[in-house]
């Protein structure tokens, strides 16, 4: 649910219409207005309800309940909250594998880097939001787990100075003398950004209805989907939502990347003074030329692959570190994909506490 800017209801219907609505001359048009949705009820009023509710509606949706061919191509997920659930994920990872299905989440509105779940998922894409100057959030969730971020508006700012509040308008009802009548509203909310990247990927799949979630990472990493700047952050992930720039970079073919796991390095008392991190390609071209940037006196990085996976044992070096000392750098690694010139930047972040 987003945060309500007047009163919180028809939360579907806003979302649904920032990816599908009509163009009708009027109000606003979704992002895919094309498109088709399945909406798919697992809330109740005031957005509450039961994992096991949103479980069995994944279950569903994907054809896993009743083994029949998926039911939809994208989910878009503007709900949160939860903690990570081995059957959630289960429910998710059986229509990525099984279905070539794209999950998208919002990252969730309390301003807070404790991951959210299903947002903060592997297999599904977690959207934080930004207003329309294209800040993070005030209210946004942020972390090592956002994917990238999208249009979800702060009406606590006017971030493009138009002289209006930065909400999201879309389709809503007021109730009306004869019941409820048609209306737009706007709101605020990574439940209002999610839904722009998810009608963006129902353009991808339109295109390219053999996209799948390992290809989506693969353009999501390269930069493909946004406006990347070449470093991801942990307010916008690889960066905010480009739908034009997404739609030719699926069009312009095969992508291949390295994928860092984990992607941040976290070294320390707490942590362990030692990290493997492998980088696991994405895409089918060939890699060559791996080569690591100098690191500061701080730690060490020595390329250790395990079987035909690039791997980097990334070691803390005591005698440079004083305690109680944050420290925070990147290793960077250059790389050729195919005809590709390509660098990744990976987070080192360190502290040791005295006793
Ligand atoms: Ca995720
Ligand atoms: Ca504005």
Redesign the pocket.
């Known amino acids: 649910p987003g945060s309500s800017v007047a009163a919180s209801v028809f939360h579907g219907t806003h979302v649904a219409g920032a990816i599908g609505a009509v163009l009708n001359g009027q109000g606003i048009g979704g992002v895919a207005f094309g498109g088709r949705i399945l909406p798919v009820r697992v809330l109740g009023e005031g957005g509450t309800g039961s994992s096991d509710d949103l479980i069995d509606a994944i279950r569903w949706v994907t054809g896993e309940t009743d083994g029949v061919a998926a039911r939809a191509q994208v989910v878009n997920l503007s709900l949160g909250g939860l903690p990570e659930i081995p059957q959630l994920e289960a429910a998710i990872e059986f229509g990525v594998n099984e279905r070539d299905m794209l999950f998208v989440g919002a990252a969730g509105n309390s301003a807070t880097s404790s991951p959210s779940y299903p947002a903060a998922s592997p297999n599904v894409l977690a959207v934080s939001s930004v207003?329309?100057g294209g800040q993070l959030a005030s209210y946004s969730n942020f972390g090592s787990w956002i994917d990238l971020a999208g249009p979800g508006g702060d009406a606590s700012?006017?971030?493009?100075?138009?002289?209006?509040?930065?909400v999201v308008w879309s389709t809503s009802a007021v109730a009306g003398a004869n019941g409820f009548e048609a209306s737009y509203t706007g709101l605020q909310g990574t439940s209002m950004a999610a839904p722009h990247v998810s009608g963006v990927l129902a353009l991808l799949k339109t295109q390219d209805s053999s996209l799948n979630y390992e290809g989506l990472r693969a353009l999501l990493e390269s930069g493909g989907l946004t406006d990347f700047s070449g470093s991801r952050s942990d307010q916008l992930g690889f960066g905010i939502l480009d739908a034009s720039g997404a739609l030719q970079a699926n069009l312009s073919g095969d992508i291949t990347i390295l994928s860092p796991s984990p992607s941040q390095v976290i070294l320390g008392s707490e942590t362990g003074s030692e990290q493997i991190v492998r980088l696991n390609q994405i895409g089918n071209g060939a890699i060559s030329n791996v080569s690591i940037s100098d690191t500061p006196p701080w730690f060490t990085v020595i390329r250790s692959d395990i079987d035909s996976t690039i791997a980097l044992n990334v070691a803390l070096v005591d005698s440079a570190i004083e305690e109680n000392v944050a420290y925070r750098d990147v290793i960077r690694v250059d790389y050729q994909a195919g005809s590709e010139l390509r660098s990744l930047d990976i987070p080192v972040v360190a502290q040791v506490l005295s006793d």
């Open positions: 207003d329309a700012r006017d971030g493009n100075n138009d002289g209006r509040a930065d």
